[in-house]
């Protein structure tokens, strides 16, 4: 009986440990379960995507990408006419300051 009482309350704190590290282990599964779901989701989404892009185009597909390439070149020129415009802007203040300090 005195081993009994003595054993008791290290056998109740072992059991209560382990229970402790069981459910933390459980509780780990499932987060781990969800998000393996959910990665496996992502991986099959970018697969579909990929597999998208590997397929050959279509004449409409071609059609649509010499739009985008004329529409993106067009975008390039607007801005490189803006640049230009820029520095002919700057060159023109640069010279009235020219001219105002020769006056004086």
Avoid at 8 to 34: C, F, G, R, Y
Avoid at 45 to 57: C, V
Wanted: hydrophobic share 40%; aromatic share 8%; glycine share 0%.
């Amino acid at each position: 009986m005195l081993i009994t009482a003595y054993f008791l309350p290290l056998i109740v704190a072992q059991v209560t440990q382990s229970k402790t590290s069981l459910e933390q282990a459980l509780k780990l599964t499932k987060k781990l379960k969800k998000e393996s779901a959910s990665l496996r989701e992502f991986v099959t989404s970018i697969n579909k995507e990929l597999s998208k892009r590997e397929i050959p185009t279509a004449a409409k597909d071609i059609e649509d990408e010499l739009v985008w390439a004329k529409v993106r070149d067009f975008t390039l020129f607007f801005h490189m006419l803006n640049a230009v415009d820029f520095s002919l802007t700057r060159n023109k203040r640069k010279t009235v300051v020219q001219l105002n300090e020769n006056r004086k």
